[in-house]
């Protein structure tokens, strides 16, 4: 597919967004984001300042990568992004400034935690998510999953293990 930039879009200096990408609407590339070939981004994506998103990626919409991190992976919906290839926590801000209901924040709420806190893999937290089906935010979840080529980005463990783990392996001779 030739590349497609939507509507409404803010492309900061140097911001790059690479062949055949599929860009929609009210997106945001602060400086010196990069967006890889054949990328997909969805409505309302924030990409931080020097963030990358890796060939082939569907980022979902609403998803924000902060300034300094990326992902190889695809990111769901309304999910947040700190820290190379993990959801950190969802875009509760944007979610809010987009008109969500309270009903759509709680839906988001629980996927994150069904996908990123439960322990569950990707297929398992899928099949938990389908007992919501019919809800219009579990629908849009589902359909990312559907569409969804590449793993999903998760968030392994709380970020205090992770820091806990990476100080104890530094500790470890």
Same mark, same amino acid.
């Given at each position: 597919?030739?590349?497609?930039?939507?509507?409404? =879009?803010?492309?900061?200096? +140097?911001?790059?967004?690479?062949?055949?990408?599929?860009?929609?609407?009210?997106?945001?590339?602060? *400086?010196?984001?990069?967006? +890889?070939?054949?990328?997909?981004?969805?409505?309302?994506?924030?990409? +931080?300042?020097?963030?990358?998103?890796? !060939?082939?990626?569907?980022?979902?919409?609403?998803?924000?990568?902060?300034? =300094?991190?990326?992902?190889?992976?695809?990111?769901?919906?309304?999910?947040?992004?700190?820290?190379? =290839?993990?959801? =950190?926590?969802?875009?509760?801000?944007?979610?809010?400034?987009?008109?969500?209901?309270?009903?759509?924040?709680?839906?988001?709420?629980?996927?994150?935690?069904?996908?990123?806190?439960?322990?569950?893999?990707? /297929?398992?937290?899928?099949?938990?998510? !389908?007992?919501?089906?019919? !809800?219009?935010? /579990?629908?849009?979840?589902?359909?990312?999953?559907? *569409?969804?080529?590449?793993?999903?980005?998760?968030?392994?463990?709380?970020?205090?293990?992770?820091?806990? *783990?990476?100080? !104890?392996?530094?500790?470890?001779?």
């Amino acid at each position: 597919e030739p590349t497609r930039i939507g509507h409404d =879009n803010l492309f900061m200096d +140097g911001a790059h967004a690479g062949h055949d990408c599929q860009l929609a609407n009210h997106i945001v590339l602060a *400086k010196g984001s990069m967006i +890889g070939g054949h990328a997909i981004l969805e409505d309302r994506v924030i990409i +931080g300042g020097n963030a990358g998103v890796h !060939q082939f990626v569907r980022v979902g919409r609403g998803a924000m990568i902060g300034g =300094n991190a990326g992902s190889s992976l695809d990111i769901l919906p309304w999910f947040m992004v700190t820290v190379l =290839n993990t959801a =950190n926590s969802i875009n509760l801000v944007g979610l809010r400034r987009s008109g969500a209901t309270p009903e759509d924040i709680d839906i988001v709420r629980m996927v994150y935690k069904l996908f990123c806190r439960s322990g569950l893999t990707v /297929a398992g937290a899928t099949e938990r998510l !389908q007992e919501h089906a019919g !809800q219009p935010m /579990a629908d849009e979840y589902l359909r990312f999953l559907t *569409k969804s080529t590449r793993s999903i980005c998760t968030m392994r463990g709380r970020k205090t293990d992770v820091k806990n *783990k990476a100080s !104890q392996a530094a500790d470890t001779p």
